[in-house]
């Protein structure tokens, strides 16, 4: 059973900084889509950034601000956050697919095969 847990959630103000992570455990990263989500109450569920085949993408909202990156040897993806803003406050969800990523697919949770158990994110004014 594929696993996918994510950390480094929390509490900032705005203006501050989180990095989260994802580890995976019997999965095997390689170039692989892994994308990060996120939903607010009451919103759909949305596309924050992907990374996979070489290419990283991200959504118009977190561009400038938000950074993805990968270790394959260890089996991580990570999000570094900056400038956070209140409209940012959601569940991060990491996920993982076996196919590669698109600058068209990766936005598409339809498109993961696995998704980890989410970590808030919240910032206040």
């Known amino acids: 059973q594929v696993q996918l847990v994510e950390s480094g959630g929390g509490s900032v103000q705005t203006g501050g900084s989180l990095r989260l992570s994802c580890v995976g455990s019997r999965y095997t990263f390689n170039s692989r889509c892994m994308g990060w989500f996120r939903q607010a109450p009451g919103k759909e569920r949305e596309g924050v950034a992907g990374t996979g085949g070489g290419g990283t993408y991200y959504s118009d909202f977190v561009k400038g601000r938000f950074t993805v990156s990968r270790d394959n040897t260890k089996n991580t993806v990570s999000l570094q956050m900056n400038s956070l803003k209140p409209e940012d406050t959601a569940v991060y969800y990491c996920?993982?697919?076996?196919?590669?990523?698109?600058?068209?697919?990766?936005?598409?949770?339809?498109?993961?095969?696995?998704w980890g158990q989410g970590t808030q994110v919240t910032v206040s004014s």
């Open positions: 996920a993982a697919s076996g196919r590669y990523c698109t600058g068209a697919s990766w936005r598409m949770s339809g498109a993961y095969d696995f």
